[in-house]
């Protein structure tokens, strides 16, 4: 008798932990599916930075929002080496919303705008919209709206 009911609650158990890995697996793939239709619902932003007037480094573009603008690193950020002066550089699933592009031409390669000891740049710039700066760049200056259609834009250094 004590062997039955031994046997019984084994097979409650196993019941028990059965009924919570198919709950746990049903789980995960509803949140896998729910979270790869969000992000497939971003638009891309593609750059075109053709004005580069050497070959040397990298290109450095970093997608910001009022948040993260000359504050902290970039939402997503993209390297790209320069070729016959000219990269093209897209942004992938971007939620819609306000953003503004800072493009650095990174001519040495050390992942960092350098300046002269004035404090002027040396290495070439740029942001979206490209305006005329007089001073350092602000968000409202370079700010563009990703709504529902994918996004191109030609920065100026």
């Given at each position: 008798?004590?062997?039955l ?15 919570k890995?198919i709950v746990l697996?049903?789980?995960l793939i509803l949140?896998?599916t729910l979270s790869?239709?969000?992000t497939?619902n ?5 750059v075109?930075i ?8 990298h ?5 910001h929002t ?14 790209a080496?320069?070729?016959d002066g ?7 699933n971007?939620a819609?919303?306000?953003?503004a592009l800072l493009?650095?031409?990174d ?6 705008m ?12 740029g ?5 005329m ?8 200056e370079?700010?563009?709206e990703?709504?529902?259609e ?8």
């Amino acid at each position: 008798m004590n062997f039955l009911k031994k046997n019984y609650e084994t097979q409650i158990i196993n019941r028990n932990v059965l009924s919570k890995a198919i709950v746990l697996i049903l789980t995960l793939i509803l949140s896998t599916t729910l979270s790869s239709a969000q992000t497939e619902n971003g638009k891309d932003i593609t750059v075109t930075i053709d004005n580069i007037t050497n070959d040397r480094g990298h290109v450095i573009i970093g997608l910001h929002t009022t948040d993260t603008f000359m504050k902290t690193e970039a939402l997503q950020q993209a390297a790209a080496k320069v070729k016959d002066g000219k990269v093209v550089v897209t942004f992938k699933n971007v939620a819609p919303g306000n953003y503004a592009l800072l493009a650095l031409h990174d001519e040495n390669d050390n992942k960092r705008m350098d300046f002269e000891p004035n404090g002027m740049p040396l290495e070439s710039f740029g942001l979206s919209n490209n305006p005329m700066l007089m001073g350092p760049p602000t968000f409202s200056e370079g700010k563009f709206e990703v709504s529902n259609e994918n996004v191109a834009l030609t920065i100026s250094f």
